[in-house]
Structures are given as C-alpha cells and as structure tokens.
Nanobody
Framework: QVQLVESGGGLVQPGGSLRLSCVASESILSINFMGWYRQAPGKQREMVASITSGGSANYARSVKGRFTISRDNAKNMVFLQMNSLKPEDTAVYYC??????????????WGQGTQVTVSS
C-alpha cells in the first residue's frame, strides 16, 4: 500500500518558521505533481503551493513570498518551508502527489495531515 508520511508541523509564534516534509513509500515509480494543501476549521481545503516535475512552482496569493515549496526527486520527497507565519496560517496541512504507482497506475495520493498552529 502506498503511503505518504508528513512531518514538521507544530506550534509556533507569529513571525516564526516551520518546515514540512512529505515522503512517499517505495512503491512510487515516478511523480508528476507535488503539492501542499491546508484546511482550517470550518473552511474548505485550499491549495497552498505546488511544484511540477520540471520544478515550476505555484503559490496561493496568501503565502507568496513567505512559503517555498521544493522537491527531492531521488528520495520521493516534497518540502514546504514556511516563514513569517501568521495566525491565519493555522490549519492542518496535507501533501498531495500525482504519481505512477507500481501495479496501480497513476494515482492521486494524500498524506494524513500535520497540524500547524501559529499562536502567541
């Protein structure tokens, strides 16, 4: 079974930084799309940042200039560096991969989520 494991969430003061990581299991043959989404209480899940296999990144307007997405293709990992965090960044963050999976074909995969709380 393909798994995505996220880490790096936690409690941070406003203005602080966190780095989220997401690693995919060894069943992944190739990854096309990598992205981070978030969902705050009472709100819909929204895209935060995404990056293609060629390295082209896209950001939500609310995080542009503060967050940076990156990927390590050799290790099937995607990262989200979050700087200058604000209370409104508080949410559960999910990684999403569009990947070719052994014996399963192309799949959209989701992690279990990691809580990010920005509060003083």
């Amino acid at each position: 079974q393909v798994q995505l494991v996220e880490s790096g969430g936690g409690l941070v003061q406003p203005g602080g930084s966190l780095r989220l990581s997401c690693v995919a299991s060894e069943s992944i043959l190739s990854i096309n799309f990598m992205g981070w989404y978030r969902q705050a209480p009472g709100k819909q899940r929204e895209m935060v940042a995404s990056i293609t296999s060629g390295g082209s990144a896209n950001y939500a307007r609310s995080v542009k200039g503060r967050f940076t997405i990156s990927r390590d293709n050799a290790k099937n990992m995607v990262f989200l560096q979050m700087n200058s965090l604000k209370p409104e960044d508080t949410a559960v963050y999910y990684c999403n991969l569009g990947a070719l999976v052994l014996a399963m074909g192309y799949q959209s995969l989701w992690g279990q989520g990691t809580q990010v709380t920005v509060s003083s």
